[in-house]
Every structure is written in structure tokens, then in C-alpha cells.
């Protein structure tokens, strides 16, 4: 275990960093790993440069004094819990994770995560015997062809994809948690683990012990998005988080596909809305393997993303910021501050979590473009 591959651990199980400050402080490591500049405002400024506030900063330098303690810890965690951890630069981190603009730079992994062509497949908790039996077909049949497929572990399509998958005997699946590996969420789904880890993986960027949260589902779901060729999306309303999966794929420049619903169905909005404005109407799985195709190697070119659909504003700070930055322009954290009134360790700690998410991209400068509507 390297120093640099200790440091992330140590800084991805910090209780006191916020997610999106993690992943650009091991992203940009030789930045502010040396001494540390003397003045409030001198480190000030390195904090902005590095696009996070500045107690974030400071935490990040005191986790450091223990990172190799703190990376032992973890690693013992893991092996007792059957798993492995893997950092960015790895050989063996999944190369389609470096596709996302701030990547998750450590994996917690249990099983083997297949390398072969992937989709996620991803749809509503609550899904009706319609979805079940659209996520049956499309996750069976994609399986059987070899490809792998990727979902969240959540209850209704996700868990149903997962199981089909698993049905064929060469069928391979991996399931993103937005929790703890160690974490028994949601419950009832201990032989679906079991089962999943035997022909595919689990996998998590969150450290041992973190709960799920509301916030961490949208961070979860840029993973599902990255690890996939593209994404199908079988039954979702209006503010399902199985759009933003989608979004991201979209941004990613990857493909996105929906199973049409009937039109008096709450999980149809979703899909419906996104065949609407230029997403892929898939009725069975050759629909997907003729993108695929051959199915056991990608094409090096994808074809460029469809036109996003518009999603609704984040509630609170984050709605507040994205109001002040145009969709397609870009905007400094300083005229932020004026435009806004937010002190600025309040704004970069939004801006972070934006980013995250997938709504703005930080641009040298700094400066951050508005991407997603």
C-alpha cells in the first residue's frame, strides 16, 4: 500500500470531510500535501484554488498526520468483511470511473467486478408487475448474451434486474450501494448479496459504517452511470432518481434507452418523457445488443449523447446558485458571492456538492458551467 493510495483511504472514511471535497482532494494530492502556507489568507486562497472551503482544508491536513493508521484500520475492516479496497490509479479501479469529472477515489468491493461489455438497468422502488416483468426480460436477456448488469441493490427494478441476471449461468451483475458495505440496507436482500458477490460484485465508495442518506443516492448513481456502456430505465416518476442515473449518462456521453409505460401508470412520466426527447424506445434486449454489438467488445466511438431532458432545480442553496449560472455559461465563485449574498465557505461547499451531482463543472479559473437543465 502506497503512502498517496493510504492518504485516500484515510481521507474517504473521515466523518468530518464532506463527499465532494474528498474526491478533489485525492484528485489533486501533490497540491496541498506539502507545507502548509502561513496566514489565514494565504490559505484562503490555496483552499479556493483547490475548490473547496478552507476548514475542509484543514481537516484533510489533520487526517493526513494519521492517514496510515486510519488506511490500516480500513483495510483490516475490509478483509474481515470478506472485501477488498481499491484506490484511483489502481490497476485494477475500474477505467470507466476516470470518465467522471471527480471519480470516486476509493472502492470497497466484495467479489470480482466482471470485465466485459455492462448496462445498468434502473427504475422505481415501487414498481408495478409490469416494470418487474420489463426488468425480468431485459436484465435475463442481456445476461445471457454476456453482458453484465449494473443496477443499485434498491427494492423493485433494481432488485428484480439483479436476480434476472443472475438466473443464466454465465449471467453477471454488480450492484452500487449508496451506504456501508457493511451496512444491511435495505433489509431482506442478504441471499440476493450473497448470490451477486458469488457472480459478479458489490461494490461502494462510501466507507464502512456510513448510513444511507437522502444526498447519497444522486452521488451513488454517477457510479451506476460510469461503470455502464449506457442505461436502461424501466418505470420512474417525474423526480425518480433513476433520471438523474440517466443524466449522468448522459453527460458521460454514453446511451440512455426506456421501456415505454402505459400512460395512466405513476412509473411511466419517467421513461415516457425521456423517449420524448430523443432517448432510445427499447421493446427487447437485441434493441441494446445491436448498439453493443459484438456483444463482448464495445465500439471505441459512442454515439453522441441525446438531447437532455430538463429536470427540476434542486431545493434550497443549491437551486439558489444554479438560478445565477445560465444553463451553458459559467460563472467565478466570486461573482457568486456578490450574486448571491452566501458567505464563500458556504458557496464552495455547494458548488462541491453541484458538482457532485452533476449539475455544474468546475472550469481553471476557477469558474463553473452550468451542464444539466
Known amino acids: ?13 473521515s466523518w468530518k470531510l464532506h463527499r465532494a471535497a474528498v474526491c478533489r482532494l485525492c484528485r489533486n494530492i501533490d497540491r496541498w500535501t506539502g507545507p502548509a502556507p502561513r496566514g489565514a489568507r494565504a490559505r484562503d486562497e490555496e483552499a479556493q484554488i483547490l475548490g473547496i472551503p478552507a476548514d475542509q ?7 493526513a498526520a494519521q492517514a496510515s493508521v486510519q488506511a490500516g484500520q480500513e483495510i483490516e475492516r475490509a478483509a474481515a468483511a470478506g472485501a477488498r ?7 485494477e479501479y475500474p477505467r470507466m470511473l ?34 418487474k416483468t420489463a426488468a425480468t426480460f431485459f436484465a435475463r436477456g442481456l445476461a445471457e448474451a454476456g453482458v453484465t448488469v449494473v443496477s443499485g441493490f434498491a427494492r423493485g427494478v433494481d432488485a428484480t434486474a439483479h436476480g434476472a441476471a443472475l438466473e443464466p449461468e454465465v449471467g453477471r451483475t454488480v ?42 443516492f444522486p452521488i451513488r448513481n454517477r457510479v451506476i452511470a460510469a461503470l455502464s456502456s ?30 415505454p409505460g402505459p400512460i395512466f401508470e405513476d412509473g411511466s412520466p419517467g421513461p415516457n418523457n ?39 432545480l434542486p431545493a434550497g442553496l443549491g ?12 460563472r467565478s465563485p466570486d461573482s457568486l458571492v456578490e450574486a448571491t449574498g452566501l458567505p464563500i465557505h458556504n458557496l464552495l461547499a455547494e458548488l462541491l456538492n453541484l458538482e457532485l451531482t452533476g449539475w455544474l463543472r468546475r472550469l481553471p479559473g476557477p469558474a463553473y458551467r452550468r451542464v444539466l437543465e
Open 1 to 13: 500500500m502506497t503512502t498517496e493510495s493510504s492518504l485516500k483511504i484515510a481521507l474517504n472514511a
Open 57 to 63: 482544508l484543514e481537516k484533510a491536513r489533520a487526517v
Open 85 to 91: 479496497i481499491l484506490t484511483s490509479g489502481d490497476l
Open 98 to 131: 476516470n470518465d467522471l469529472q471527480l471519480p470516486p477515489p476509493v472502492l470497497y468491493i466484495a467479489g470480482e467486478v466482471p470485465e466485459q461489455p455492462s448496462v445498468a438497468i434502473v427504475g422505481s422502488r415501487k414498481s408495478s408487475p409490469y416494470g
Open 175 to 216: 450492484a452500487v450501494l449508496g451506504c456501508g458495505l457493511d451496512i444491511p440496507y435495505p433489509r431482506g436482500h442478504t441471499a440476493l448479496r450473497e448470490a451477486i458477490v458469488r457472480q459478479g460484485a458489490i461494490l461502494s465508495e462510501f466507507p464502512f459504517g456510513a448510513e444511507p442518506r437522502r444526498w447519497s
Open 230 to 259: 449506457g442505461t436502461l430505465v424501466i418505470q420512474a416518476g417525474n423526480r425518480s432518481g433513476s433520471l438523474i442515473t440517466a443524466h449522468h449518462a448522459l453527460e458521460l456521453g454514453r446511451e440512455v434507452w426506456a421501456v
Open 274 to 312: 425521456l423517449i420524448r426527447d430523443g432517448a432510445g424506445l427499447v421493446q427487447h434486449p437485441r434493441d441494446i445488443l445491436e448498439f453493443l454489438q459484438p456483444p463482448r467488445s464495445l465500439p471505441l466511438d459512442l454515439p453522441p449523447a441525446v438531447p437532455q431532458p430538463i429536470r427540476a
Open 319 to 330: 437551486g439558489k446558485i444554479l438560478k445565477r449560472i445560465p444553463p451553458g455559461e459559467s
